[in-house]
C-alpha cells in the first residue's frame, strides 16, 4: 500500500494554468503506475492522465494537449501541469496509484487513492 496527499487545487479563470501535486509515501513508489482522476458533481470518476514506471504516459481525450503528467521519483512525487483551463475541468482531482504490468485507464482498476484536491474554473 502506498498513502497519497494531493495538493495545489484552487479556483482560478478560464485560461488560467494550475499544477497538482500528490506525494506519496512508501520506497517503492518507482515501481508505481501514478494516475490522475477527477470527478465533478453528479458525473462518474474520469480518467485524466497515467504516468507509468517506464515513465511513458497516457491522457484522456479531453485533456489531451492542455495537461501534462510528470513524476519525480527521488521526491516521491507526480504531478499534473494543467494549462488553458476551461470552466468544464472544474472537478475535485484524484491522485491514484497501481502495481500492474498492463496500463489500466480505469478507476476500479486503482486500489491506492488520495482525497482529492478540488480544482474550480470560472468562465
Known amino acids: 500500500q502506498v498513502q497519497l496527499v494531493e495538493s495545489?487545487?484552487?479556483l482560478v479563470q478560464a485560461g488560467d494554468s494550475l499544477r497538482l501535486s500528490c506525494a506519496a509515501s512508501g520506497r517503492t513508489f518507482s515501481s508505481y503506475d501514478m494516475a490522475w482522476f477527477r470527478q465533478a458533481p453528479g458525473k462518474e470518476r474520469e480518467?485524466?492522465?497515467l504516468t507509468r514506471t517506464?515513465?511513458?504516459?497516457?491522457y484522456g481525450?479531453?485533456?489531451k494537449g492542455r495537461f501534462t503528467i510528470s513524476r519525480d521519483n527521488a521526491k516521491n512525487t507526480v504531478y499534473l501541469q494543467m494549462?488553458?483551463?476551461k470552466p468544464e475541468d472544474t472537478a475535485i482531482y484524484y491522485c491514484a496509484a497501481?502495481?500492474?504490468l498492463l496500463p489500466?485507464?480505469?478507476p476500479s482498476q486503482y486500489n491506492n487513492w488520495g482525497q482529492g484536491t478540488q480544482v474550480t474554473v470560472s468562465s
Not at 517506464?54 to 497516457?58: I, K
Open 47 to 49: 480518467f485524466v492522465a
Open 54 to 58: 517506464s515513465s511513458s504516459t497516457y
Open 61 to 63: 481525450d479531453s485533456v
Open 8 to 10: 495545489g487545487g484552487g
Open 98 to 100: 497501481r502495481w500492474s
Open 83 to 85: 494549462n488553458s483551463l
Open 104 to 106: 489500466s485507464t480505469s
